[in-house]
């Protein structure tokens, strides 16, 4: 019984709240573009997710640097759906997901097209 105690507990220490896990996504929503604008391309493909860097042409540290990406701006919305978010600034858009590390971004440079899916500059496969 002790070990079930002290596994709960664990398990929901480790839980983090739906607006830690929304600031958590928008601060690496804003890391990214803050790398893209400064030429930081390194940083910027570190926060990528696998499937997205393997969409931008090797090397990725420079050709990151070539995406038409907009500095990080106020924050508009940022949304948490399970383990994906959406944090929109208020010039541009970027979808995120989870994984083992932490935030990543999947998509970004992202603009509404009303009923339709975003577009999107960078996106995985």
Not at 28 to 55: H, I, K, M, W, Y
């Amino acid at each position: 019984m002790r070990w079930v105690v002290i596994l709960l507990t664990t398990l929901l220490a480790g839980c983090a709240s739906l607006g830690e896990r929304s600031s958590a996504a928008e601060e690496t929503a804003r890391s990214f573009l803050q790398a893209v604008t400064d030429g930081d391309g390194a940083a910027a493909c570190g926060a990528l997710a696998p499937e997205t860097e393997a969409e931008i042409d090797a090397p990725c540290e420079q050709n990151i640097l070539s995406e038409a990406l907009t500095a990080p701006s106020t924050v508009a919305e940022s949304r948490v759906y399970g383990q994906s978010a959406l944090v929109r600034f208020e010039d541009d858009a970027v979808f995120l997901a989870v994984f083992r590390d932490g935030w990543r971004v999947v998509a970004a440079g992202c603009t509404p097209r009303g009923e339709r899916p975003y577009d999107c500059r960078i996106q995985g496969g």
